[in-house]
């Protein structure tokens, strides 16, 4: 018998019809003789709607009573779920995640989770009963309802195969599992069978929407076995998914590259002709992280004339916020020529644990985008990826002219 958790996103439960399909699956691993605790999210599209509904009612919500208006949307899906399994002969319970005790810090609209009482949850277990949790929520210190976060219900679910040490924790979304890039983009993407989970924070980090950045942070710290699921299989005729695990679990050599990953939510910032003198990075960066802005790649040219210049990359919903802050506070305080932008921008990154090992990436990867007439704008490298910057109009051409430079688009081996 084996303990598992599976975690089913909003697409997965977006209609009864769905959920009463949702249950049939959960009800097979359950007459398997497993034990077994399911995680879901709101409904798709509720999240959204009532965000939006709060915005109706106040421009700016505010962040406590936000969290209570959307926490409601995966309340809505456990008692659905519940009943769906019950109306197929199995126990089942539905918990909030106050109910569930999963005790978050007090930072509403993206909380991070501290501890979870499983005791309840193992009560129902040993009760031969079905556990069925909300993601995306908890509770802080004094009670009020928190939520994680955008993609918070995957963290929910691995933080729950964590505290309950759970033999596997199962992601269910709309596709059968991770692939070497988007299928919408290269037709000949193909799913892996097994990434580490390096890679697939990499990937996350870098645009791919599969899983929620977090979920795999803690899948990686706590060692949690994680496959990636699609809930729209035919009953009985699912695939394997993909599994995400450790390096050193596996048997066999690494491929080079995993995967092409891109985001096209970028834009750039440059800052022109400032003095080259300690502290002039720190007085750029320091006034854009104190907006709250995160910034990505950085690069500095340092000029002939005592001066230099300083671009970084944003995220593209920042970006207007970004250049008026450097136009308005900062231009003037650090003695700055000019400021400019460019919001149409793109990041495209090979990711693979095999570049620890194989020198000559970064070459292969800019040849191939030369050949295509891609002028690369910024590079980035970390030990297992090499991202670049290129205009947005380049972006498909770009994925797919990296995904065959590498191989991607063959048979593995």
Not at 315 to 328: C, E, F, I, P, S
Not at 351 to 361: A, L, T, W
């Amino acid at each position: 018998m084996a303990l598992i958790v599976q975690k089913y996103g909003g697409t997965s439960v977006a209609n009864p019809e769905r959920i009463m399909n949702v249950a049939q699956r959960v009800a097979k691993w359950k007459r398997a003789g497993n034990q077994v605790v399911v995680v879901v999210s709101a409904m798709s599209g509720e999240t959204n709607r009532l965000i939006a509904l709060a915005k109706a009612i106040q421009a700016s919500p505010d962040p406590r009573e936000l969290d209570v208006t959307v926490s409601t949307g995966e309340q809505v899906t456990i008692g659905l779920l519940a009943m769906a399994l019950k109306e197929i002969g199995i126990k089942a319970r539905s918990y909030t995640g106050g109910q569930v005790r999963i005790l978050t810090d007090d930072a509403y609209t993206k909380a991070r989770i501290l501890s979870i009482d499983d005791q309840a949850m193992r009560a129902d277990l040993d009760n031969d009963t079905v556990v069925i949790v909300a993601g995306f929520q908890g509770v802080d210190a004094a009670g009020n309802i928190t939520t994680l976060g955008r993609g918070g219900s995957d963290t929910t679910g691995v933080a729950l195969a964590a505290a309950l040490k759970a033999d596997e924790c199962q992601i269910y979304t709309d596709v059968d599992g991770v692939y070497t890039t988007d299928p919408r983009i290269v037709p000949e993407a193909r799913r892996l069978n097994t990434i580490t989970f390096e890679e697939m924070l990499e990937m996350a980090s870098l645009g791919s929407k599969v899983l929620q950045i977090r979920s795999v942070e803690f899948a990686g710290k706590y060692k949690v076995k994680l496959r990636v699921l699609s809930s729209l299989e035919e009953l009985g005729k699912e695939g394997p998914g993909t599994l995400i695990t450790l390096e050193e679990d596996k048997d066999m050599e690494q491929p080079i590259i995993s995967g092409i990953a891109f985001s096209r939510d970028e834009a750039k910032l440059t800052v022109l002709g400032v003095p080259d003198r300690p502290g002039i990075a720190y007085q750029i960066l320091g006034a854009v992280a104190d907006a709250n802005i995160d910034v990505d790649m950085i690069i500095q040219n340092i000029g002939h004339d005592g001066s230099t210049d300083i671009s970084f990359t944003v995220n593209r919903g920042d970006y207007a916020k970004a250049l008026a802050l450097l136009q308005d506070k900062v231009k003037a305080q650090i003695g700055a020529r000019d400021i400019i932008g460019d919001n149409k921008i793109c990041k495209v990154s090979a990711v693979g644990v095999g570049m620890r090992s194989h020198p000559g990436i970064a070459s292969q990867m800019f040849r191939a985008l030369s050949e295509d007439g891609i002028n690369i704008k910024m590079i980035s490298t970390s030990e297992i990826k090499i991202s670049v910057v290129v205009d947005e109009k380049y972006l498909e051409l770009a994925v797919r002219s990296l995904h065959k430079a590498f191989g991607l688009d063959q048979a593995a081996a």
